[in-house]
């Protein structure tokens, strides 16, 4: 059952005026990590060009609590987003804002693009983010070739009371796993996997696209508003 926010704070409140010592509730704990990652999930890139149409389905999933997973799904998503992105890219990808426009229109609430110009500064944003609204991140990996989307992350303190921390790890998983390798090597992580903010350093890279000046050089994202 669910207590409303002001019954709780007067109950508090009560308990302290009598001189009650009042526990600290799990919720204002914070254990190191935050996890939106839910069982199910996860959904397989049923196409070469749908890497982005299959990180929105999975999104989606978290956000709604479902299980989707059908092919066609995921190309509808990846024709919206192509259709309503600024550019469009060569390999029938999806740019930043067509990612968002996609997510927005389906159902997954405000989103938007985030850049930044250093690394750890931009983990801090994308955890503050999830943090207070609850919901997944996508990432560009591959300068800005592929698409991943971030369940979680562990930060030495919690986002949503303190502006100073560090992003030490986060939760990934790539549409192509278990399968598609980069030089020979698996390159996407499996549902629910932990990488260290370092090991994510040599995925999640600047992106490379001269044609968009204001997202080339820069770590790009979507994040939840």
Request: with cysteine; hydrophobic share 40%.
């Amino acid at each position: 059952m669910r207590i409303p926010h002001r019954f709780f704070a007067v109950a508090v409140l009560g308990l302290a005026v009598l001189g009650v010592s009042v526990p600290v509730t799990a919720a204002a704990q914070w254990s190191g990590s935050y996890s939106v990652y839910t069982k199910g999930s996860f959904s397989y890139q049923h196409l070469d060009y749908t890497c982005v149409g299959a990180s929105v389905q999975m999104m989606l999933n978290m956000v709604e609590h479902t299980t989707r997973h059908s092919a066609r799904a995921q190309k509808i998503y990846w024709r919206y987003g192509r259709d309503h992105g600024r550019y469009k890219p060569s390999n029938n990808g999806v740019d930043p804002v067509g990612w968002v426009a996609a997510l927005e229109y389906y159902g997954a609430g405000n989103y938007s693009v985030n850049l930044a110009t250093r690394y750890q500064a931009g983990l801090r944003t994308l955890a503050a983010r999830m943090r207070a609204t609850s919901r997944p991140v996508g990432l560009f990996v591959h300068h800005g070739g592929h698409a991943w989307v971030m369940t979680g992350f562990k930060s030495t303190a919690d986002p949503r009371t303190t502006s100073s921390y560090k992003v030490t790890a986060v939760q990934v998983m790539g549409p192509l796993y278990p399968d598609g390798t980069l030089g020979g090597v698996h390159y996407d992580p499996g549902p629910g996997t932990w990488m260290s903010s370092s090991a994510l350093k040599h995925k999640f890279t600047p992106m490379r696209w001269s044609k968009a000046r204001e997202w080339h050089g820069r770590w790009v994202a979507v994040v939840p508003n």
